[in-house]
């Protein structure tokens, strides 16, 4: 099992869960985080503090957001790993509740 990064973080990209991963396991992209599944040691550090529930264990993805397991996986391969926590975009607040964000990912 993983942990998931899943649509709730497009464009907000807090990274409070990222300090807390003792195994390095996110990586950065322009306005989204992602995990490696191979790095993670499903230690559930990462899931309460993201403030805009974006991270599910694999067990419990809701079933929309099932595409961003192999989405982690993917860019978890092309973005750099990320370790310290980085002030969120300025607009981050705008985006917290909207849904339908998959069209703004950048790779």
């Known amino acids: 099992m993983t942990y998931v990064v899943t649509e709730s973080c497009i464009r907000c990209k807090y990274t409070d869960c990222v300090e807390v991963c003792p195994v390095d396991c996110f990586h950065e992209g322009p306005n ?29 993805l809701p079933e929309d957001q099932m595409k961003f397991l192999e989405l982690n996986i993917e860019l978890s391969k092309i973005w750099p790993v990320i ?24 790779k």
Request: net charge negative; glycine share 0%.
């Open 32 to 60: 989204f985080l992602s995990i490696d599944p191979e790095e993670c040691i499903d230690c559930a550090l990462c899931e309460p503090e993201c403030p805009v529930n974006a991270i599910f264990a694999e067990d419990d």
């Open 83 to 106: 370790n310290e926590q980085k002030d969120p975009p300025d607009d981050a607040a705008d985006w917290d509740d909207k849904p339908d964000k998959l069209k703004y990912l950048e």
